[in-house]
C-alpha cells in the first residue's frame, strides 16, 4: 500500500522569505501524481500544486514550485516571498495513475505553515 | 462554476442518533468522492462514485454507513446510530474525470455528544 509521510508538523517562515515543506512517498508504482494541497483555517482545501510522476520537469505555480526526486521518492515544496495568506495546513497526496488501484487520494498528516510579518 | 457545496456545515448530534450529509459537486463532474478528516490529520478515503455507481469503498466505512449519488449529481452521506468516534469533518470532492484533479467542498463538521 502507498503512504505519505510529512516529517515537519509545524514549519514558519517571516514574510518574503522562502521555506520548503517535505514530504516523501512510499510506492511500487511507475506511473502515479503528486499533490500539494492548501487547507487554511477553517476554509476549503485548495489545489496549490500537482505533478505527474512521468515528467522530470519540476511544477510550478507562481510562487510555488516542487522539488520531485522520483528516485527518492520525495516531493518538496517551496513557496517563495512568503505571505501573511500563505498561513495554512498543508497536505501532501499521491494518487495512482492505474484506473484499476482507485483514483482516491492519499494524504499525509500534514504540516502546519504559520507566516509572521 | 460555484464549486463543490456541502450542507450542513456544522452538525452536532447525539450518540445514537442518524444524520445524513449532503454534497452538491461542480456541474457535469462526473467523479464523486468522500474522505474524512480528523482533528490533526490528513483526509482518509471513505468512498467514491463514478456518475450514480458507486466505485469502490474504504474499510473505514462501516456498515453504520452508507453513500448515495441516485441521479449522479449530488450525493447523501448517512450515518446510522452515531458514535463518539464518528466526530470528524467529512469532506467531498468532484473531479470530470478519474485522472483530473480533485477539487474538494467546505467540509460538514460532526459532533457527536
Known amino acids: 500500500a502507498q503512504t505519505v509521510t510529512q516529517s515537519q508538523p509545524e514549519m514558519s517562515v517571516q514574510e518574503a522569505e522562502t521555506v520548503t515543506l517535505s514530504c516523501t512517498y512510499d510506492t511500487s508504482e511507475s506511473d502515479y501524481y503528486l499533490f500539494w494541497y492548501k487547507q487554511p483555517p477553517s476554509r476549503q482545501m485548495i489545489l496549490v500544486i500537482r505533478?505527474?510522476?512521468?515528467?522530470?520537469q519540476n511544477a510550478t505555480e507562481n510562487r510555488f514550485s516542487v522539488n520531485f526526486q522520483k528516485a527518492a521518492k520525495s516531493f518538496s515544496l517551496k513557496i517563495s516571498d512568503s505571505q501573511l495568506g500563505d498561513a495554512a495546513m498543508y497536505f501532501c497526496a499521491y494518487r495512482s495513475a492505474q484506473e484499476q488501484a482507485g483514483t482516491a487520494l492519499i494524504f499525509g498528516k500534514g504540516t502546519t505553515l504559520s507566516v509572521s510579518s | 462554476d460555484t464549486g463543490v457545496s456541502q450542507d450542513p456545515r456544522h452538525k452536532i448530534t447525539k450518540r445514537g442518533q442518524n444524520v445524513t450529509f449532503r454534497c452538491d459537486p461542480i456541474s457535469e463532474h462526473n467523479r464523486l468522492y468522500w474522505y474524512r478528516q480528523t482533528l490533526g490529520q490528513g483526509p482518509e478515503f471513505l468512498t467514491y462514485?463514478?456518475?450514480?455507481?458507486?466505485?469502490?469503498k474504504s474499510r473505514l466505512l462501516s456498515d453504520r454507513f452508507s453513500a448515495e449519488r441516485p441521479k449522479g449529481s449530488f450525493s447523501t452521506l448517512e450515518i446510522q446510530r452515531t458514535e463518539q468516534g464518528d466526530s470528524a469533518m467529512y469532506l467531498c470532492a468532484s473531479s470530470p474525470g478519474p485522472q483530473e484533479t480533485q477539487y474538494f467542498g467546505p467540509g460538514t463538521r460532526l459532533l457527536v455528544l
Open positions: 462514485f463514478q456518475n450514480e455507481a458507486q466505485l469502490e
Open positions: 505533478q505527474e510522476a512521468y515528467k522530470q
